[in-house]
């Protein structure tokens, strides 16, 4: 089955475009207030901050641009275009985004450095609460996390092409996506979900 690259990405271009606003910004800040800003740790996460940003921006451009360039192949499968997609290294920005969310998380510890207000200052305050939206994006994650974790039936396991189990419900063996219920049963993550619209309960123990 072919598969055409065709996707616009015009959500990923919106982030780019306001991440460089924001960016150009920050240099703007840190030029104009440049004669006063006092050099200390502070300054030197500050400008830590800065690299990281312009680091994650750079990244985000570069697989943008690899993906343009190849708009409209046709892979001959979905199988190729997950390779060709991972050989990009799509998921490098998560950790771009990781150390940029910890140098703007610790910028809040040095909060009580700023004396002055002028751009330099306002700059590192959206920066702080950039920092503070990001922890409660977490947190909420988190909990949203445990308390689906806590109340799912069951959990996932990646497809083993060597398992020889058999389901119990559709008694057949293949490398389809199992699950493992609480009470340690295993299934066929489809067949379960059939199960389950007609009984709750485990069909081998119904635990």
Same mark, same amino acid.
Not at 17 to 44: G, H, K, P, Q, T
Not at 143 to 156: D, K, M, Q, S, V
């Given at each position: 089955m072919e598969f055409t690259l065709v996707d616009n990405?015009?959500?990923?271009? +919106?982030?780019?475009? +306001?991440?460089?606003?924001? !960016?150009? !910004?920050?240099?703007?800040?840190?030029? /104009?207030?440049?004669?006063?800003?006092?050099?200390?740790?502070?300054? /030197?996460?500050?400008?830590? #901050?800065? +690299? #990281?940003?312009?680091a994650s921006i750079a990244n985000l451009i570069r697989y943008e641009l690899i993906y343009w360039n190849n708009k409209g192949r046709i892979f001959e499968t979905k199988e190729e275009y997950k390779l060709w997609k991972n050989t990009n290294l799509p998921n490098i920005k998560y950790s771009f985004t990781a150390i940029e969310s910890v140098c703007k998380i610790a910028l809040l510890y040095y909060s009580q450095m700023m004396k002055e207000e002028n751009m330099y200052y306002i700059s590192i305050l959206i920066m702080q609460l950039n920092a503070i939206a990001i922890l409660i994006i977490f947190g909420?994650? !988190?909990?949203?996390?445990?308390? #689906?974790?806590? @109340?799912?039936? /069951? !959990?996932?396991?990646?497809?083993?092409?060597?398992?020889?189990?058999? @389901?119990?419900?559709?008694?057949?063996?293949?490398?389809?996506l199992w699950v493992t219920t609480r009470c340690n049963h295993r299934f066929h993550r489809e067949c379960l979900n059939e199960w389950i619209n007609i009984s709750e309960t485990c069909p081998i123990c119904r635990g």
């Open positions: 990405r015009r959500c990923q271009i +919106v982030n780019i475009l +306001v991440r460089c606003i924001f !960016f150009i !910004f920050d240099i703007i800040c840190i030029l /104009y207030s440049y004669e006063s800003i006092e050099i200390n740790n502070l300054f /030197y996460l500050y400008c830590a #901050t800065l +690299v #990281t940003i312009f909420l994650f !988190f909990i949203y996390a445990l308390f #689906t974790t806590i @109340c799912n039936p /069951y !959990f996932f396991i990646k497809p083993d092409k060597n398992n020889k189990m058999e @389901c119990p419900i559709c008694l057949d063996k293949n490398d389809k």
